[in-house]
């Protein structure tokens, strides 16, 4: 079979899911089945601290009732800790997902990186520098 390689990472396949589909930690499960030929699935943004998102925008039908969205919406997350203990109690397979996180300087930036990058189970931190969430 085939792999791809990103960087580090070597993937099964260059199909992934990306973090508006995979808002919340939970979001992800359904994306974790061996037999999906994904090669990665990326949750967030996750920014420091809790951010309700931006006001403007139609949160609850994305959240609520698709528990998915799209991320130029500036949708809500729980924050970097919140999220981290949800995906430690999920007891997630080694090296299977990217965490991606939103902060609004370098050291915001550092302490994501640190937090999620020690986790057997992230394969990569994706920093993303165009959240909307970071006004």
């Not at 057997?120 to 165009?130: F, K, T």
């Amino acid at each position: 079979m085939k792999t791809w390689n990103v960087g580090d990472l070597i993937l099964k396949s260059p199909i992934m899911i990306a973090g508006g589909v995979c808002k919340t930690p939970q979001s992800i499960i359904p994306y974790l089945h061996h037999d999906l030929p994904l090669g990665l699935v990326e949750t967030g943004s996750y920014t420091p601290d809790f951010s309700p998102g931006n006001p403007d925008a139609p949160q609850e039908y994305w959240i609520d009732t698709l528990q998915s969205g799209v991320n130029s919406w500036g949708m809500p997350n729980v924050g970097y800790k919140a999220a981290l203990a949800a995906f430690d109690a999920m007891g997630l397979p080694n090296a299977s997902i990217a965490v991606n996180i939103a902060a609004f300087s370098p050291e915001g930036f550092a302490e994501g990186y640190k937090l999620f990058a020690s986790r057997p189970y992230v394969a990569a931190v994706v920093g993303n520098l165009s959240c909307p969430n970071r006004h």
